[in-house]
């Protein structure tokens, strides 16, 4: 968001905002805050406002979108280093094939999953490309 932001501050303005209301806990708690004037903007990842759209269109309903950032890649599973390497090999392909068993639609479908594919960390490089493109302009926060 800070990166996106980026656009919209000028020497005259470095702040966008007048107060920044953090540690909402949650999704349905942002909109939910954006709903009744808690807050009067927020940034949702697209995946979570599907999510919210599909299962609780009223409340989805309630709020629009007033600017979409560019794409990022969705967070990655992750293990620690001590895990062995012949098990992270055997839960990716787990992860890969589960698609293709009879047990993942009806868990993956409410949850608007339709599989999931192999990542590298230069897959997220956007990332942190952009986080020190905001830091060097001396955005390390959304004020």
């Known amino acids: 968001m800070r990166y996106h932001l980026l656009q919209y501050r000028t020497p005259e303005r470095p702040s966008l905002y007048s107060q920044v209301v953090g540690d909402l806990g949650s999704v349905r708690k942002l909109f939910e805050s954006i709903c ?19 299962h609780q269109p009223e409340l989805a309903a309630r709020v629009r ?24 090999d055997r839960l990716a392909v787990g ?8 047990w ?10 339709v599989g999931f594919a192999a990542s590298c960390l230069d897959d997220f490089s956007i990332m942190r490309t952009r986080d020190l493109e905001a830091n060097r302009a001396g955005y390390s926060l959304p004020a």
């Open 36 to 54: 009744d004037g808690t807050i009067d903007v927020a940034a949702v990842d697209a995946y979570w406002h599907l999510l919210l759209r599909h």
């Open 65 to 88: 979108v007033v600017e979409s950032t560019a794409t990022a890649p969705l967070p990655a599973f992750v293990a620690s280093p001590a895990v062995p390497g012949e098990i992270i």
């Open 95 to 102: 992860f890969r094939s589960a698609q293709d068993q009879s």
């Open 104 to 113: 993942f639609r009806p868990l993956a479908e409410p949850i608007m999953i």
